[in-house]
């Protein structure tokens, strides 16, 4: 069969340059890496992601296909993402087009006739989706109306080099098909062949006047300006700091992302620590430092936080692009260019002229944005490149408590409280069993052999609204005849709060009295009501020898529905939408069993609000900002309720005792509530049972 196009036509000497610039190309793509990670990432402290390697290597794969070749975290956003899609499956024809090419020419010869044409086809299209993504890249970035999502955006003179670098490549590559085309003679078999080249053809139909002698000569021009420009983009992408590196950095990120559950943060070795948090950019970890140099400023993190959204000090996309400037102006990368001119200071005079000199806490990153942040993973849960936002968060809020001694004030009473009380109810006249009086309940002290034990939470033993929730959970688990038990007077604060505002040592020793004292008594299996305690029990005890199946309550009442122990009698005429806790949904996945649960009950209506699920909006209760009075902007409480309020319910239903009260002080503040009332599931499934 013949040969369906012949590589380096007209260009005798093609391959000697091809593969002497190819060759410099690879080695200084090598060299960026290594430099990368010598002068740059290596600042950081060390920490193994690489084990287990085969593990990861299959993770890796699998990542690879799900949200490399579909693109599923970035189709997310079908506008940005659409096109993005285009790019990357218009690199994967063109790569793959090199390489058969270079396979057929020198080893195997099996680009002929019909593959040949496929071939041929297919490349071009990778070219077509290429011009066709840029173009929507463009019209979407500079031709839309300005507003709040050209500041998302955040366009710099980088983005338009990426473009026309890109649009470089692609279209010399066109013009290169186009004259070859135009120079074959007519009635010619690879003439006739010429339609399987749709884009080169296009431009080629335009040269019929064109003599034979100067397409020939255009056609070398040309090969030689695509060929530089090409090993030039590579050139520049390896070595400057060019949106274009998360080429590199994204995959390398991807591939060393956390294998530890999402609601887990990492802990500190209290006994071997140097420092405790990071107070200055080589605290971080060397993947930590990956992170920040992966950040693309697509603007996903922060078109999804709820401390931005409501108009807090906090951005994530500037948090990392602030910490990226910090981290390139006091490295000695040889060819950084201009760092990008992104920042969460409000004012460029906080720079200074001796920059390097700047504190990370305070100067590069204010601290009223590191007390914004409610941990509530949103961030991290659309992050296209995997960055870790929230663990940075709580690092920074390590540093100031524990070698600082920087406390927000509100939030310096709750640490004392469970210092000297195990709670963090201030202010309480309860005590940690008053809530059971009337209940029938046992103590694990006086029932070891109980098959279940009732976590019942600082809130829910203690405060006046949550109390509610433990009661009405406790009389379903009687009447569906379970064998449960709490730990009554000895139970004590699971330690989220110290951990999420940054107070580990604190945290550490909770941790360690509870594991301590649930081993002793043998506890297997735990159920709570609080997504905090349930996430904090079951993702972050085992960090410290404490393994306990542990479940939350939605997902207990939906199996004993499921099991025939739960009989609902009473409708609930009403108009219902669920919020999903953060700490429930995002960190655990657990969005349908409380779902679930309210469609069981009679009569009741379901309807979704448009931020559900995975993009759900936070309270503005998580990480420790139950305690921290919002002075800016909105209260993100009330912006959720503005978001209940468009479904037209006549209760939102919750499944967390933190988001009860911040949604139930929205609904005060905002004068609705004589339309809407704030249940947990709980409550309502015992309602319905008449209890």
């Not at 496929?118 to 109306?145: C, E, N």
């Not at 009260?661 to 499934?685: C, Y």
């Amino acid at each position: 069969m013949e040969e369906v196009r012949e590589v380096f036509w007209n260009i005798p000497e093609g391959p000697w340059i091809v593969y002497t610039l190819g060759i410099i190309a690879v080695v200084i793509f090598l060299y960026a890496i290594v430099a990368r990670f010598w002068l740059v990432w290596r600042r950081g402290q060390p920490e193994d992601r690489l084990h287990p390697f085969w593990r990861r290597i299959g993770a890796f794969i699998k990542l690879g296909i799900v949200d490399g070749f579909i693109h599923r975290r970035i189709l997310r956003q079908l506008y940005p993402g659409i096109p993005h899609l285009f790019i990357f499956w218009g690199s994967v024809f063109l790569l793959l087009g090199a390489l058969l090419d270079f396979l057929s020419h020198y080893w195997f010869h099996f680009l002929v006739g019909n593959v040949g044409l496929a071939h041929s086809f297919f490349s071009d299209l990778g070219g077509l989706l290429f011009i066709i993504a840029i173009v929507i890249f463009m019209v979407r970035r500079y031709a839309q109306s300005p507003g709040a999502f050209h500041e998302r955006l955040d366009r710099s003179r980088d983005d338009a080099i990426s473009s026309i670098l890109i649009l470089g490549v692609v279209i010399s590559g066109f013009f290169v098909e186009a004259f070859r085309l135009a120079a074959i003679a007519p009635g010619t078999q690879e003439a006739a062949w010429s339609i399987w080249s749709p884009g080169g053809l296009f431009i080629a139909n335009a040269l019929s006047g064109v003599s034979l002698g100067a397409l020939l000569t255009w056609h070398r021009i040309l090969w030689y300006f695509h060929v530089l420009f090409t090993v030039g983009a590579v050139i520049y992408i390896s070595l400057f700091y060019s949106k274009l590196n998360h080429i590199i950095t994204a995959t390398m990120n991807a591939f060393f992302r956390s294998r530890e559950p999402e609601g887990a943060l990492t802990p500190i070795n209290l006994e071997e620590a140097e420092f405790f948090g990071v107070g200055e950019i080589g605290n971080f970890t060397w993947k930590q430092l990956l992170d920040v140099d992966a950040c693309t400023r697509c603007g996903r993190c922060q078109e999804v936080c709820p401390a931005y959204i409501s108009g807090q000090p906090l951005s994530p996309k500037k948090m990392i692009q602030s910490l990226k400037d910090h981290l390139l102006e006091v490295s000695d990368y040889p060819f950084l260019i201009r760092p990008p001119e992104t920042s969460l200071l409000l004012s460029d005079d906080a720079l200074g002229e001796n920059s390097t000199s700047r504190s990370l806490i305070g100067e590069v990153i204010p601290e009223e944005a590191i007390w914004a942040c409610t941990t509530c993973g949103a961030c991290l849960d659309i992050c296209p490149v995997y960055i870790e936002h929230p663990q940075k968060i709580v690092d920074m809020r390590r540093n100031l408590i524990l070698e600082q001694a920087k406390v927000p004030e509100l939030v310096e009473p709750v640490l004392n409280s469970i210092e000297a009380r195990g709670h963090v109810v201030i202010g309480t006249v309860h005590s940690r069993t008053e809530w059971e009086e009337g209940l029938n309940i046992r103590h694990l002290s006086d029932n070891s052999d109980a098959d279940l034990l009732f976590w019942v939470g600082c809130q829910a033993a203690l405060e006046d609204r949550s109390i509610k929730i433990a009661q009405a959970f406790a009389k379903i688990l009687n009447a569906a005849g379970v064998n449960f038990a709490t730990l009554g007077a000895e139970e004590t604060c699971c330690g989220d709060p110290s951990r999420r505002l940054g107070n580990e040592y604190q945290f550490q020793m909770q941790a360690m009295k509870n594991i301590e004292l649930l081993n002793n008594y043998g506890v297997k299996t735990i159920v709570t009501t609080c997504p905090h305690g349930f996430n904090i029990l079951k993702n972050e005890y085992p960090q410290f020898g404490g393994k306990f199946e542990v479940i939350h309550h939605s997902q207990f009442i939906a199996h004993l529905m499921q099991e025939g122990k739960i009989q609902l009698k009473s409708g609930l005429d009403k108009k219902i939408t669920y919020h999903d806790p953060c700490y429930l949904g995002r960190y655990n996945d657990i969005y349908q069993p409380p779902r679930d649960v309210i469609r069981a009950i009679p009569q009741v209506n379901l309807v979704e609000m448009e931020h559900r699920g995975s993009d759900s909006f936070c309270c503005g209760g998580g990480g420790g900002r139950f305690w921290i009075e919002e002075t800016k902007g909105t209260r993100m409480s009330e912006v959720r309720i503005d978001h209940v309020q468009e479904t037209g319910a006549e209760i939102v239903a919750t499944a967390c005792p933190y988001c009860m009260q911040m949604l139930e002080d929205a609904i005060g503040s905002k004068g609705v509530g004589e339309t809407l009332k704030d249940l947990d599931i709980a409550e309502m499934v015992a309602m319905s049972m008449e209890l």
